[in-house]
């Protein structure tokens, strides 16, 4: 007879194991891939597993996997070529890979061909089937590589075990509709589905109950939530809903996509001063003609008006934004453009990269006749005039009184950092300061991109 409850299957697991098994869990990509790591760490620990420091002292070791990127895919392979030696050493070890990259045919077949020793494989929809995962492959099944599979279902029950005790992932969404050009994401993620907003409120109060003070909600776009639902209810309804809130707590989101960002968005962030004034708004060109290449659906005028509008309406707000340098038929005269637009807007940081081409995407088609040392050139140049516009942005801030979450002390430089409302950073001299709490500093300087202060 089969085992087929989770209490049957922890007890099985827990019995193969002379002392209590250690799970390893390492985690590369978005921080949806974070909140995904971090139900996967919730669904071991209620099978009975510890946590390991590192891979060599684990039980079972899972990478959690990216294909945003070329250069985060070599990663993998790179890491699990070093797993080989472990696995020789104990055969007993299970290793398993899930996530983006093993959404893709090709990827999951190059393990079956070239990683004999992976045991486990599965797919980001599919956390919940991990533990009968396990039990099969320790109940004498030689391997489970699935196959990649789309489902559209949502499963609200999966265990979460956080990286903190006071800052939180909510994701209200899931898989992304936009299909720009350069982007692999729906393809191993999905088509959009968003969570019911009943259940999103019902996390979002247990965080607050549990004294999470910092919860970003999540989303592939999150400016697209409500699509699907039968609740006539969109992103902003939900922000407001969700400031309304009691408690002592700040609420972030990302990604916002710029066709969807709305003035609505906007007004709904002014008036709520538990919402950050903070916002990722990913450019990924300055250039109109490399947006129409890239499918972004919009234009940079319409962009620079949604800035103005923020700058506008929401007090010290910020912005992030992310660059793709060297897409396939990018000019000097594109490159400039971005260029241009970065130093209008002002913003306080940026994710920039190189353009990466990434199989099945229509971006991976196009001719791309520039050398990898100038699209390197222009990204250098680039992160050396952000350096310089956020280091002047920054001086702004100084004399001003702002309220700060401390995140972390960092004991060689006696010295706490915390996290202002609109996302910059400080760091300041205290003693017995509990971490994960707000307080009140007085900005005194700055320095390349942090702030320097002292406790008021």
Same mark, same amino acid.
């Given at each position: 007879?089969?085992?087929?409850?989770?209490?049957?299957?922890?007890?099985?697991?827990?019995?193969?194991?002379?002392?209590?098994?250690?799970?390893?869990?390492?985690?590369?990509?978005?921080?949806?891939?974070?909140?995904?790591?971090?139900?996967?760490?919730?669904?071991?620990?209620?099978?009975?597993?510890?946590?390991?420091?590192?891979?060599?002292?684990?039980?079972?070791?899972?990478?959690?996997? *990216? +294909?945003?990127?070329?250069?985060?895919?070599?990663?993998?392979?790179?890491?699990?070529? +070093?797993?080989?030696?472990?696995?020789?050493?104990?055969?007993?070890?299970?290793?398993?890979?899930?996530?983006?990259?093993?959404?893709?045919?090709?990827?999951?077949?190059?393990?079956?061909?070239?990683?004999?020793?992976? =045991?486990?494989?599965?797919?980001?929809?599919?956390?919940?089937?991990?533990?009968?995962?396990?039990?099969?492959?320790?109940?004498?099944?030689?391997?489970?590589?699935?196959?990649?599979?789309?489902?559209?279902?949502?499963?609200?029950?999966?265990?979460?075990?956080?990286?903190?005790?006071?800052?939180?992932?909510?994701?209200?969404?899931?898989? *992304?509709?936009?299909?720009?050009?350069?982007?692999?994401?729906?393809?191993?993620?999905?088509?959009?589905?968003?969570?019911?907003?009943?259940?999103?409120?019902?996390?979002?109060?247990?965080?607050?109950?549990?004294?999470?003070?910092?919860?970003?909600?999540?989303?592939?776009?999150?400016?697209?939530?409500?699509?699907?639902?039968?609740?006539?209810?969109?992103?902003?309804?939900?922000?407001?809903?969700?400031?309304?809130?009691?408690?002592?707590?700040?609420?972030?989101?990302?990604?916002?996509?710029?066709?969807? +960002?709305?003035?609505?968005?906007?007004?709904?962030?002014?008036?709520?001063?538990?919402?950050?004034?903070?916002?990722?708004?990913?450019?990924?060109?300055?250039?109109?003609?490399?947006?129409?290449?890239?499918?972004?659906?919009?234009?940079?005028?319409?962009?620079?008006?949604?800035?103005?509008?923020?700058?506008?309406?929401?007090?010290?707000?910020?912005?992030?934004?992310?660059?793709?340098?060297?897409?396939?038929?990018?000019?000097?005269?594109?490159?400039?453009?971005?260029?241009?637009?970065?130093?209008?807007?002002?913003?306080?940081?940026?994710?920039?990269?190189?353009?990466?081409?990434?199989?099945?995407?229509?971006?991976?088609?196009?001719? =791309?006749?520039?050398?990898?040392?100038?699209?390197?050139?222009?990204?250098?140049?680039?992160?050396?005039?952000?350096?310089?516009?956020?280091?002047?942005?920054?001086?702004?801030?100084?004399?001003?009184?702002?309220?700060?979450?401390?995140?972390?002390?960092?004991?060689?430089?006696?010295?706490?950092?915390?996290?202002?409302?609109?996302?910059?950073?400080?760091?300041?001299?205290?003693?017995?300061?509990?971490?994960?709490?707000?307080?009140?500093?007085?900005?005194?300087?700055?320095?390349?991109?942090?702030?320097?202060?002292?406790?008021?």
């Amino acid at each position: 007879m089969s085992i087929k409850t989770f209490d049957e299957i922890s007890e099985y697991i827990i019995s193969q194991y002379e002392f209590p098994p250690l799970a390893f869990v390492n985690t590369f990509g978005c921080q949806q891939n974070v909140n995904d790591s971090e139900k996967i760490k919730g669904e071991l620990s209620m099978l009975g597993f510890g946590m390991a420091a590192c891979a060599e002292e684990a039980d079972f070791i899972l990478f959690n996997t *990216c +294909a945003v990127r070329e250069h985060a895919e070599q990663r993998v392979f790179g890491n699990i070529g +070093a797993l080989k030696k472990l696995k020789e050493q104990n055969p007993k070890l299970i290793i398993g890979l899930c996530g983006c990259m093993v959404q893709q045919q090709h990827i999951v077949d190059k393990i079956k061909q070239s990683y004999p020793y992976v =045991d486990i494989v599965f797919g980001v929809n599919a956390i919940h089937l991990l533990p009968e995962l396990i039990y099969q492959k320790l109940s004498g099944t030689k391997k489970i590589l699935l196959d990649p599979v789309e489902n559209m279902d949502i499963f609200e029950e999966v265990q979460t075990k956080r990286d903190s005790s006071f800052k939180a992932w909510l994701p209200i969404m899931y898989g *992304c509709d936009n299909f720009c050009s350069f982007c692999i994401v729906p393809y191993v993620r999905g088509r959009e589905r968003s969570r019911k907003p009943e259940a999103i409120l019902k996390e979002f109060k247990q965080l607050v109950a549990d004294g999470y003070k910092d919860i970003t909600l999540l989303g592939q776009n999150v400016n697209s939530y409500g699509k699907g639902l039968n609740e006539e209810i969109d992103f902003s309804d939900l922000l407001q809903m969700l400031a309304s809130e009691d408690g002592d707590f700040r609420i972030r989101f990302m990604t916002s996509h710029p066709k969807d +960002a709305t003035h609505k968005m906007i007004d709904t962030i002014a008036k709520n001063n538990k919402i950050s004034n903070h916002i990722h708004l990913p450019v990924q060109s300055g250039s109109n003609r490399i947006l129409s290449l890239m499918n972004r659906v919009y234009s940079i005028e319409q962009y620079k008006g949604l800035i103005e509008y923020a700058k506008e309406k929401i007090s010290n707000v910020t912005f992030s934004s992310d660059i793709i340098i060297g897409f396939p038929g990018e000019t000097e005269e594109d490159f400039q453009k971005t260029l241009s637009l970065v130093k209008q807007i002002g913003y306080m940081q940026l994710f920039t990269f190189i353009f990466s081409k990434r199989s099945g995407t229509k971006a991976a088609e196009m001719r =791309d006749d520039t050398p990898r040392k100038i699209k390197t050139d222009r990204l250098n140049f680039l992160v050396k005039e952000q350096e310089i516009i956020a280091e002047q942005a920054l001086q702004q801030f100084i004399g001003t009184v702002e309220r700060v979450l401390v995140e972390e002390y960092i004991d060689d430089k006696k010295l706490y950092t915390g996290r202002l409302d609109n996302n910059l950073t400080i760091e300041f001299p205290g003693e017995n300061i509990i971490v994960g709490n707000f307080l009140t500093v007085t900005v005194t300087g700055a320095r390349k991109a942090m702030l320097k202060g002292v406790i008021k």
